[in-house]
């Protein structure tokens, strides 16, 4: 299984590139925003590369697909958008047109309007997503700016916060405590990424298991 690729970019097209790797030449396929993010050739030379490759080979498909990204952050969105039932690779590639944090950000909010607007995906299939997703989606929803390092900011606990409260519906005292044993536990955290997976990472493992 291919996971990642890093090369040149031999040849593009609208939704798919060739990048030669290891003297290979590998067709990978592209989600809109993925491809307008692409580096252009500069003096001529072809634009080196990295990608994270969700791949899919199955007996249906005479060849594997290879789907790239980015970031790491966007292919793993990727995997879990695809768990969605009738949401196949090529379809869920397709509809991601928007930047990952905007569509979190709406299966969050179950904003099932913005969702129908994403190419091939309609009331029905944007109900399923919102079922299967909603609530796993936060830190997806907090990665505005992935495309580049974003600078420290003094309010991103305030960030943090806000999505505790307003999209997950926690009380806000208590949205407060988790914040702050968070810090407590590691006080190196400097992004709202990074408190958040903290935050969740203490209340996952502490959720009792149904019996």
Same mark, same amino acid.
């Given at each position: 299984m291919i996971a990642y690729l890093k090369g040149s970019i031999l040849r593009r097209a609208e939704e798919r590139i060739?990048?030669?790797?290891?003297?290979?030449? *590998?067709?990978?396929?592209?989600?809109?925003?993925?491809?307008?993010?692409?580096?252009?050739?500069?003096?001529?030379?072809?634009?080196?590369?990295?990608? *994270?490759?969700? *791949?899919?080979?199955?007996?249906?498909?005479?060849?594997?697909?290879?789907?790239? /990204?980015?970031?790491?952050?966007?292919?793993? /969105? /990727?995997?879990? /958008?695809?768990?969605?039932?009738?949401?196949?690779?090529t379809k869920a590639m397709k509809a991601i047109v928007h930047p990952i944090h905007a569509i979190a950000d709406a299966i969050e909010r179950k904003d099932v309007q913005f969702l129908t607007r994403l190419p091939g995906i309609g009331e029905r299939t944007a109900e399923k997503v919102i079922a299967t997703l909603h609530g796993k989606m936060a830190k997806y929803a907090l990665l505005r700016g992935v495309e580049a390092p974003r600078p420290v900011s003094e309010d991103f606990k305030d960030e943090v916060l806000g999505v505790l409260t307003t999209q997950l519906g926690h009380r806000s005292t208590e949205a407060r405590r988790m914040v702050e044993e968070a810090m407590r536990r590691r006080p190196g955290i400097t992004t709202a990424e990074e408190l958040f997976e903290e935050v969740y990472r203490i209340e996952k493992s502490e959720t009792p298991v149904a019996r």
């Open positions: 060739v990048v030669e790797a290891g003297g290979v030449g *590998y067709e990978v396929h592209l989600p809109a925003v993925v491809a307008h993010a692409l580096p252009q050739a500069h003096d001529g030379q072809p634009p080196e590369i990295e990608l *994270y490759i969700s *791949y899919h080979a199955t007996a249906n498909q005479p060849r594997p697909l290879l789907i790239g /990204f980015l970031h790491e952050v966007e292919q793993e /969105f /990727f995997e879990r /958008f695809i768990t969605v039932d009738g949401m196949g690779p």
